[in-house]
């Protein structure tokens, strides 16, 4: 593969050793969402009922539209080798033969909480600033070289952690959750890890240069930004009680997706 070029970038200077710019990409997490205070929140057993509902409901979009980016990746990708591997990450997701996928897994966990099906799938509890974030993760991947759109997904170097820590802490802090609830994390624990090697392979093998390294790092901090800021409109509406509009109704009035 050629390296990938960075019109934005303009770093000088050498090129980080692989080791070292693993390491940079490692260090990235020192901004994932798990250290958002409303993550922190339900970590430590803070969050109420409607909280938790609230943060099951929004992340849903963001599982759903999961397979939508990896779908547009595959279109944009011209080598076979990468596309039967990237390719089980929709079936991870969306589901094939007895497992029912990451999709049916996060309904389960919504009934846990107490939602229910046919409220997570009307989207009538996304906050806007949540279907923005999502919507520009998805239609960055939609217009990146493949390759971009892969480094994209390295936020699932983190992703273990945080699926352990709810295993870990919210069976003692939430014991009204149904424990079929805890499905999802479970399963993307050993997911997580697997495409995680597949996307540090792709990043390694093309970010060769110091501009390049630099372009990857940026776009890894551009997929923090938006895990970040879906947590930050769900504080504004279930924490600070400040949803979209609450100074004129409230009733959700905001628009639920345009085709």
């Excluded at 997911?191 to 776009?219: S, W």
Aim: aromatic share 10%.
């Amino acid at each position: 593969m050629t390296s990938i070029a960075s019109p934005l970038a303009s770093s000088q200077g050498d090129a980080l050793s692989p080791e070292a710019f693993r390491e940079a990409l490692m260090a990235k997490g020192a901004y994932y969402h798990i250290h958002h205070p409303y993550q922190v929140d339900m970590a430590e057993g803070r969050a109420t009922p409607a909280q938790l509902r609230g943060w099951v409901a929004n992340r849903f979009y963001y599982q759903i539209n999961i397979p939508q980016k990896d779908a547009a990746l595959l279109a944009n990708c011209p080598d076979a080798a990468t596309r039967r591997r990237w390719i089980q990450r929709l079936l991870d997701h969306d589901g094939h033969g007895e497992d029912g996928g990451g999709i049916e897994a996060w309904l389960t966990l919504g009934e846990a909480v107490g939602l229910s099906r046919d409220e997570l799938w009307s989207q009538e509890h996304v906050l806007p600033g949540v279907r923005f974030a999502v919507d520009a993760y998805v239609n960055f991947v939609r217009r990146a070289d493949w390759r971009e759109a892969a480094i994209s997904s390295l936020t699932e170097l983190f992703a273990p952690a945080a699926h352990k820590s709810r295993l870990d802490t919210w069976p003692t802090h939430y014991p009204w959750i149904n424990v079929a609830g805890y499905g999802y994390f479970r399963k993307r624990l050993k997911e997580a890890r697997r495409d995680v090697e597949h996307g540090l392979e792709v990043a390694l093998a093309v970010c060769t240069t110091a501009a390049a390294q630099q372009r990857a790092l940026d776009i890894l901090q551009f997929k923090l930004d938006v895990l970040w800021s879906m947590l930050d409109a769900m504080t504004l509406a279930y924490q600070l009680d400040r949803a979209p509009y609450h100074s004129v109704t409230d009733r959700r009035v905001y628009h639920r997706g345009l085709s």
